[in-house]
């Protein structure tokens, strides 16, 4: 009997829950005791964690994770490269917005340290990786098959935001740059159907972010000083600017996966006549 699509999310998020609060327990355990690394290993656990539960789901229907990128090193090597460039280069673009609005310089931060940089770029990587298996993989694809891509879009993104908003995320902050950059995320899913990929487009935006003060952790190498007499109506436009930005390359990615799926069905046909 085959399982409906809802129930298998269901169980699909329940367990990922399981993970977080796993994940959370570590966190608390480990505050302070393993020095840079204290939220890194937590953050090892949870991918891994939630690796084991997209292998499980998979399995159980005869299907393998080559479906979402773990295949082809190399291919996916070339991809993990370009994608993190390409996020750091999206994170320059916000920057170029926030110097055209506000009057900002940025200076070397003065309490940089390779070892918590160290552990930041690793917190940075496996947290995103447990973020990418959770929304976009099995339950992205189970959901795009089942009951569209649109609808598999925008649920994973308003989940991905919500609970970003439930970890501290102001609500202004969380629908211009994490519900945008989500659909980045899903919209390079769709295109690529590569977890790696994808990955390497969120590492390369958060780490970009992280380096440049944008949120100040141990990879923080310049802090942005910002002039006086800010009003709210520029910091507001700068998030307007940043969310255009993100949902412009979201949808041009999504353009990009519908062309690409045109030819391959026209290639098909071909093919079969």
């Known amino acids: 009997m085959r399982r409906s699509p809802l129930l298998l999310a269901f169980f699909f998020l329940a367990l990922a829950a399981i993970a977080v609060v796993g994940y959370l327990f570590l966190l608390n355990v480990l505050s302070g005791k393993v020095g840079p690394f204290s939220a890194a290993i937590p ?11 997209n292998w499980r789901f998979f399995k159980a229907e005869g299907r393998s994770l080559a479906e979402v990128g773990f295949d082809r090193p190399l291919l996916r090597f070339r991809q993990v490269t370009v994608a993190f460039v390409a996020g750091a280069i999206t994170v320059g673009a916000w920057i170029i ?20 940089a160290a552990g930041s770029f690793v917190f940075v990587v496996f947290n995103n990786l447990g973020e990418e298996l959770v929304y976009r993989s099995y339950l992205f694809l189970l959901l795009m098959r089942s009951y569209g891509t649109v609808i598999a879009i925008v649920s994973t993104s308003l989940l991905f935001t919500l609970l970003h908003v439930q970890a501290g995320v102001p609500w ?23 977890v790696p990929l994808v990955l390497a487009f969120h590492a390369g935006m958060n780490v970009t972010q992280e380096a440049l003060g944008l ?6 190498i310049f802090m942005p000083q910002f002039g006086a007499g800010i009003t709210a109506q520029q910091s507001s436009a700068v998030l307007v600017l940043a969310a255009v930005i993100n949902v412009s390359l979201a949808v041009a990615v999504l353009l990009s996966a519908r062309k690409s799926s045109a030819r391959a069905r026209r290639g098909t046909s071909g093919g079969a006549g």
């Open 172 to 194: 202004p902050n969380a629908l211009a740059g994490v519900l945008t950059s989500a659909l980045i995320y899903a919209a390079l899913f769709v295109r690529w159907q590569s």
């Open 43 to 53: 953050a090892i656990f949870l991918a891994l964690a939630a690796l084991a539960i």
């Open 215 to 220: 949120r100040s952790t141990g990879l923080t």
């Open 97 to 116: 917005a926030m110097r055209w609005i506000l009057p900002v310089a940025w200076r070397v931060a003065p309490s940089f340290r390779a070892p918590a």
